[in-house]
């Protein structure tokens, strides 16, 4: 198989499964996208703050993974949940109480290898943690 072969199947492959999680999960929008960059992230700086501190466990990496798909997974439920009742409510709530649980994790990763945290980004961070969980 050639170099462009590859390329072409690898963009169909990538647009079916981006086209069917967006289908699953609301669509493709802002928040989506923000909570999928947080979960990126979050995984990438727990494995940064692990491997700096001798503790990078491929156990507590997997679970790890499976926490994030099912963060994806209570999305996917909630939409289900607003189609149900005609609403976007449900979703975009769920959406943003994960945005300030995964950019919390972020500021904890990056508060266990020894970097100041911006007290401005954590304060907005539990507000909007704090305003999901009680449904605002």
């Known amino acids: 198989m050639d170099l462009n072969r590859i390329k072409v199947c690898a963009g169909v492959f990538g647009t ?21 960059f947080f979960i990126i992230l979050d995984y990438a700086s727990g494995l940064l703050a692990s491997g700096i501190e001798g503790k990078l466990s491929s ?7 499976a926490k994030k798909v099912f ?7 909630a939409f289900k949940v607003d189609q149900l009742t005609g609403t976007q ?17 972020i500021l904890e990763n990056a ?8 007290a ?3 304060n907005t961070l539990e507000i909007m943690k704090t305003k999901k969980e009680q449904g605002k």
């Open 89 to 105: 409510l449900m979703r975009n709530s769920v959406v943003g109480f994960y945005l300030g649980i995964e950019g919390l994790s």
């Open 71 to 77: 963060i994806l997974i209570l999305v996917a439920v």
């Open 16 to 36: 079916v499964i981006s086209s069917s999680l967006g289908a699953v999960l609301g669509g493709w929008d802002a928040l989506l996208k923000a909570l999928v």
């Open 59 to 65: 156990r507590i990496g997997f679970v790890g993974v």
């Open 120 to 122: 401005v980004l954590k």
């Open 111 to 118: 508060g266990r290898v020894g970097i100041p945290l911006p």
